[in-house]
């Protein structure tokens, strides 16, 4: 230990030593002397006063206990700054490594020991805390950073590196709701296959006032192979928000003879923050050779050390148990269609009917149990909101106390409203319904009894294989971070062959060879950010409005495989991510571009999880022309005067070819139109056959009055193309009577037809009928939409007509750029 100048009255002069190399001192014994001057106001014998410089003279005392081995300076010798050499002590101990305040080698109390020199507690000396299973065993830097060394030279030793592992959701699924006990034991209920497997334990201390609680788990499909597999490679680490006991005990389960964790468990009981996790609470010197899964990245921060798997949700509804207390995430809801397609094989045709047909017949039930799903998601809200504003103080003892009590609180509501079996039970008034619509189309056999005859579907289903995925992408992560540290070992030394040849300039392989290792967080992003590399998303309907899209959970995971989010469709858009479900704005507009694929979650979390870029066929959104618009160029031609300013043309099809009528020309799209079949479709509007009849030539001359005024107004988005139009509706007519016309042509000409008696229709003043406001399908679809759910809203209202037309003339300008380098090759 040695001892410098510091806070003394500079300069000062060494006077005396009192203490020889050699000596054993005790702690504020004398050192040294030294002197100072300083200037003081006296008084004369006359009392008149006056400045004067005197010599003072102090003591540099001992700060510990120790032995003097040298001093560094002598009598005499004068020092004008902070920072000398003085002595130097070697001190009988260190207290580098200390347990609850006390020393762990000497056993003395430091909390009453101060450094007289710093005048702090000793207690500072081991701050450090590299425990997994303490919060009061702790080391110093020093002492950390040969633990450190000692671990990676083990792990480079054993090809291995070390992987942080989250429990809930991660590996396993959790839950205390009863019910899963119950279909445990009965063999006829339809879940019981799935959880004949499940865990189970109980914690007598724990839960709702110290009662005691059973946990049931389930573990991920492949799981124990898992295990054993990767741990070949990787030397594991449990990290679980979970309670100490919770852990120990789902370590029995999963590792039983502790060969893969042994007590490299961590808990939420010494993590000390209960609304983060940190690497530097296990790592606190070096991370480079760490690896982490878990099912959160906002834990962590979105660490790049970090690989955040696809949620396991066994128990539907459930979520985590040991995350009540958490900020709030997005829930990303897969896909049932596409994960339907994708697994077809594996599923019998006959099942897949009746799931549809089930489906559609528990509309009401499924809303009524979605609805009160939302409830209960909603209740937590304003508390969550809360602990967001209080994630920095996570080692507050009273907001632990408060996070406990609010996870038992969570627990205890488990218990008593059994989620599960209230599922369950809303798929069985479904399965009943089903039933009686079966039974009253078809006669039943009398010899069938009702619960031969009524289907049951299971709530559980076990085909999780995100853990297959994952041990490739570990396998792959390891593979590329030991090439690289082989490379630099073999660059260091300039190659074998070079060491054979003998070759002068050939260097000798370091001694230590710990500066050749790489950084996982270098490794990983760049194989990641391959995967999606110019990739360009807009989500649609997936995050709500309350959060902003460049920050929601899955655009920050899409980002770390290389994607660009954008908030809006632009020329650069290459795949809007949206539901089956939600028909969004964006995603008609997006339809028109085939340059755009419209895909569901599931196309992301597929490539989250392979770490490939998978086909978007599977996933691909279909939509209809009467959907996205492509015919219904009246009806868009109305909400173009309407507060949403002009949109993209109705009639732009998916090639992006304008084929729009020019209105301002004469040209109608009423102007071949069978005015015959224009009023059977409105009186099957009507529903009455007692209307009197229009003459076709008023129809026709009311009808291309209205489209004329409704096209007066609106902003041209292309040039003058009359003679192309008009030559291209013949071209079209004239395909379409030899049969030799494109599909797509002929779907477009038979829904202009439609739309243009729709139009008269709803133009009309003596029927009484809705303006086409009302009666159009984007209306009707967005009705319908505001009926639903609206769990995940969309940001379509505020892309306006701006957006909209920016969007149009970037894609115009690229179609205008691609003929012309088209006609200039020919």
Same mark, same amino acid.
């Given at each position: ?31 040294? =002397? ?89 207690? #500072? ?64 209920? $339809? ?15 724990? /839960? ?31 990290? =679980? ?45 070096? =991370? ?147 039933? %009686? ?30 853990? &297959? ?6 396998? %792959? ?25 003998? &070759? ?5 392989? $370091? ?6 290792? $790489? ?14 590399? /110019? ?38 858009? =290459? ?42 066929? $599977? ?25 949403? /300013? ?6 732009? #099809? ?91 042509? %002929? ?71 691609? &003929? ?7």
């Amino acid at each position: 230990m040695l001892l410098r100048s510091s806070k003394l009255r500079y300069p000062i002069t060494i006077t005396r030593i009192h203490a020889t190399a050699g000596t054993d001192v005790e702690k504020a014994a004398q050192l040294f =002397t030294y002197s100072y001057k300083s200037e003081v106001e006296e008084g004369d014998k006359y009392g008149e006063k006056q400045i004067v410089v005197k010599d003072y003279y102090e003591e540099f005392r001992a700060p510990v206990d120790g032995k003097v081995t040298g001093w560094k300076v002598r009598v005499g010798e004068e020092i004008q700054t902070d920072g000398v050499p003085l002595v130097e002590m070697e001190e009988p101990c260190l207290h580098e490594v200390q347990f609850g305040g006390m020393c762990a080698n000497c056993g003395k109390n430091m909390t009453e020991l101060v450094d007289l020199t710093t005048g702090r507690n000793l207690t #500072d000396r081991a701050n450090i805390n590299l425990s997994h299973s303490h919060m009061e065993l702790k080391v110093s830097q020093q002492e950390a950073s040969r633990i450190n060394e000692e671990s990676r030279r083990r792990l480079l030793a054993n090809r291995k590196l070390s992987l942080v592992v989250d429990l809930d959701q991660t590996i396993i699924h959790a839950t205390v709701d009863p019910t899963v006990a119950e279909w445990q034991k009965d063999t006829e209920n $339809p879940n019981h296959d799935a959880v004949k497997d499940v865990r189970a334990f109980q914690l007598v201390d724990e /839960g709702p006032g110290g009662r005691g609680c059973w946990y049931y788990i389930k573990l991920r499909p492949g799981l124990l192979r898992f295990l054993e597999d990767i741990s070949k490679i990787y030397e594991l680490h449990i990290y =679980t928000m979970g309670t100490r006991a919770y852990a120990q005990n789902i370590a029995k389960i999963v590792d039983p003879d502790r060969k893969i964790f042994a007590d490299r468990i961590l808990s939420r009981d010494e993590n000390g923050n209960m609304n983060a996790k940190s690497l530097h609470r296990l790592f606190p010197v070096d =991370t480079k050779m760490v690896v982490i899964i878990d099912d959160r990245g906002d834990v962590w921060q979105w660490s790049d050390n970090l690989i955040k798997v696809v949620q396991y949700d066994f128990f539907v509804g459930i979520g985590d148990i040991n995350s009540s207390f958490l900020p709030k995430v997005e829930k990303l809801q897969r896909d049932a269609k596409a994960i339907q397609e994708k697994k077809a094989e594996e599923k019998a045709e006959e099942a897949t009917t009746i799931a549809e047909a089930s489906d559609n017949a528990s509309a009401p039930e499924k809303k009524a149990g979605e609805a009160a799903t939302n409830a209960d998601d909603s209740e937590g809200i304003s508390a969550l909101e809360q602990q967001l504003v209080a994630m920095a103080g996570g080692d507050n003892p009273r907001l632990l106390e408060e996070q406990t009590s609010q996870a038992d609180q969570t627990i205890a509501a488990q218990q008593k409203d059994r989620p599960l079996l209230k599922k369950q039970e809303l798929l069985d008034k479904v399965d009943e319904q089903l039933s %009686r619509t079966q039974t009253n189309g078809t006669d039943s056999s009398e010899d069938e009894t009702p619960e031969q005859q009524k289907p049951r579907h299971n709530l559980l289903h076990d085909d999780d294989v995100e853990l &297959d995925h994952l041990e490739e992408n570990l396998t %792959r992560v390891h593979h590329a971070f030991y090439d690289e540290y082989d490379r630099k070992l073999l660059g260091s030394t300039g190659g074998r062959i070079a060491e054979l040849r003998g &070759d002068k300039g050939a260097k000798r392989k $370091p001694s230590d060879d710990l500066f050749a290792v $790489p950084d996982i967080k270098d490794i990983m992003p760049k194989i990641k950010e391959d995967v999606l590399k /110019g990739t360009v998303i807009v989500f649609s309907g997936v995050v709500p409005l309350s959060i902003d899209v460049q920050i929601s959970d899955i655009a920050l995971w899409a980002k770390t495989f290389g994607a660009r989010v954008q908030r809006d469709l632009t020329s650069s858009t =290459t795949h809007v991510v949206a539901t089956r479900q939600r028909k969004t704005h964006k995603v008609k507009i997006a339809a028109r571009r085939s340059k755009i694929k419209i895909v569901t979650v599931d196309w992301l979390l597929e490539a989250f999880s392979t770490w490939q870029k998978p086909d978007e066929e $599977p996933y691909k959104i279909e939509v209809e022309p009467e959907e996205n618009g492509a015919a219904d160029s009246s009806i868009l031609g109305a909400l173009a005067d309407d507060e949403n /300013g002009q949109i993209l043309s109705g009639e732009d #099809d998916i090639t992006g070819t304008n084929q729009e009528p020019d209105f301002d020309q004469g040209v109608s799209p009423t102007d071949n139109v069978d005015w015959g079949d224009v009023d059977d479709e409105l009186k099957e509007f009507l529903g009455s056959d007692s209307e009197d009849e229009q003459s076709d030539d008023s129809h026709a001359s009311d009808a291309s009055g209205r489209s004329r005024a409704s096209r007066t107004n609106r902003k041209r988005k292309r040039g003058d193309l009359s003679a192309e139009n008009s030559e291209n509706e013949s071209a079209d007519e004239s395909a379409t009577l030899s049969g030799q016309g494109s599909k797509l042509q %002929r779907r477009k000409k038979q829904a202009m037809e439609r739309v243009t008696s729709l139009t008269n229709m709803s133009t009309a003043t003596d029927g009484g009928l809705p303006s086409p406001d009302t009666t159009g399908p984007e209306e009707a679809q967005r009705n319908g939409e505001d009926e639903g759910e609206g769990e995940a809203e969309d940001e379509d209202e505020d892309w306006g007509s701006e957006a909209e037309a920016e969007f149009e003339a970037e894609f115009a300008k690229e179609e205008a750029e691609e &003929d012309g380098d088209s006609g200039g090759g020919s």
